[in-house]
Structures are given as C-alpha cells and as structure tokens.
C-alpha cells in the first residue's frame, strides 16, 4: 500500500525473505499467510516497462485506490472540487424553494470550502474561489443570503470549467517531475478518479483501464494519455440482463406405478446475471 504517500517497505526486524514473496507480496512470518501488500519487485517494472519514479508510483497509488480490498482511507475519493461545487449549487438552488434546506446548505458549504482548501488545482489557478466562499462558511443557517452565495456559486463553476484539462495537465507535468511531487501525484490520481466516478464510472471499471499502464509496447506517456481519455469519455450505456438456463426434462414416476408423465421443468438459477 502506499499509504497516501509512504510506501510500505519489508519488515527491518525479519530477514527480507521471510516476509515478502518474489512478487512483492507481505507474507506473515508465523503462518506465512499472505496479506494483500502489493510491491512490485524491480523485474516486474521492467516486465510492465514502467519507468523509475513517479510512473511507478502513479501505478501503486492507481491500483490501491481502486481496489475493493483496500481500507477506506485509501480508497478513491468521493469528492474534488468540482463535484462539491456542483453540489453546494443544487443545495442552494434547493434552499431558495425550501427554506429549511438551509441547514444542509451550511454543511455542504463548509465540505465544499475544505476540499478546495487543500486543491493544489485551486491552489495554483483558482485561489478567488477560496475567497468567494469564506463569507459564507462559519455563517449560521439562517444567517446565510442565498441569493449572494448562489451568485458565487455561479462564478465558481465557471472557474472550474475546465477543471478536469487543468488536473490531467499538472498530473502530466508531476510525473515528469522529481520524487517531491509525490504527494502532489497522489492527489491528482484521487482528484481524477472521483471526477471520473462522479461522471458515473466505477471504480472496478477504472482500475480494468488502469491494467494498460502495465502493458507494454508503447511510451509510459502514451498508456497515460489512453487512460486519461477513457476516463475523460462519455459514460457508455448498458443493458442489464439475467441468462436464464435452459428448460430441461424431467420425468416423474408414481412407486407403484410402470407409468410416468414428463413434464418441463426449471432447473434452479444459480445467479447467472450481467451486463451486455
């Protein structure tokens, strides 16, 4: 796990091979059980053909976040800032009809003012949005003016009009970038993949596209534009149906009896159900 910034590294009290396998998975000495610790070993990254550096970790942090198995803390993010823009605007829009949605007004004001407190995208290219919303942020509910925030609001949307451009360009300068901008790669895979997920991706479907940055045959720079464009696509529509199994026949037979009937029965589902 990289830990949001920190790589997991072998155990320094136990010999290397006690505790991590030749694929990089954490073994625990006593039973050696695995646990899910993914770490590359350096024949696998020339395997995949991922250079040294901040692509190898953009891959680790990729994968973690995405992954059903890792803990929540390092989980995709739920939101960035132009998801929590959008949705202080429909609150707003939602308290200026119903006067008691103030008060959800107020809570999303303030998520929305700390998620882009710490946006190096807003940092860097919108710091105004930061001062557009502190006015309103330790205001009580019914001390809000809704139509001056609505206002800003507006404003701020425009600003972060082209958000996602902004983040998939300084995600590709990072990885060009020395190991000090780790932190800051960290943060754009999040912002980017909560931005694709907010568009109605999911996070199984993007690690799948996540898989090409370890395919080799092209430019590291390449697989990351490939990603970041299918991240950036339309999302795809799909029919959910259920594959029903075939009628079989079935014989039934009285004991006392030489004689029987056939009928048509159905054979129990066993769950067979997707997406086509």
């Known amino acids: 796990m990289t830990g949001g910034g ?7 009290t136990l010999p290397l091979q006690s505790c991590w396998t030749d694929h990089g998975e954490y073994t625990t000495p006593e039973d050696g059980r695995p646990i899910q610790v993914r770490f590359p070993v350096v024949t696998d990254w020339d395997a995949w053909g991922v250079p040294e550096g901040l692509p190898r970790y953009f891959v680790l942090v990729w994968e973690e976040m995405l992954d059903s198995e890792t803990l929540d803390t390092w989980q995709v993010r739920t ?3 132009r998801l929590a823009i959008d949705e202080l605007n429909a609150a707003v829009e939602t308290a200026l009809r119903y006067d008691v949605y103030r008060r959800h007004v107020a809570v999303i004001l303030q998520e929305t003012y700390e998620v882009a407190r710490v946006d190096t995208v807003v940092k860097r290219s919108h710091p105004m949005l930061l001062k557009f919303l502190a006015p309103f942020v330790n ?54 993949g909560s931005d694709a997920c907010g568009r109605g991706m999911s996070p199984g479907h993007l690690k799948l596209l996540g898989g090409g940055l370890k395919t080799p045959g092209s430019d590291f720079a390449q697989r990351v534009d490939v990603l ?7 999302p795809l529509s ?19 009896s030489d ?14 159900s997707g997406c086509a």
């Open 238 to 256: 799909y029919t959910c149906v259920m594959a029903l199994p075939p009628m079989r026949e079935a014989r039934v037979g009285a004991l006392d």
């Open 259 to 272: 004689t029987c009937s056939a009928e048509r029965v159905m054979p129990p589902l066993r769950g067979a």
């Open 79 to 81: 939101l960035n800032t």
């Open 139 to 192: 205001a009580k509910p019914r001390d809000i003016d809704l139509g001056a925030l609505r206002k800003r609001v507006h404003v701020g949307r425009e600003m972060l009009r082209d958000y996602w451009s902004e983040c998939v360009a300084l995600l590709k300068e990072s990885l060009r970038g020395e190991a000090k901008e780790k932190r800051l790669v960290w943060e754009l895979a999040h912002t980017i």
């Open 228 to 234: 970041l464009a299918a991240c950036s696509s339309a």
């Open 6 to 12: 920190v790589t997991a590294t072998p155990s320094a």
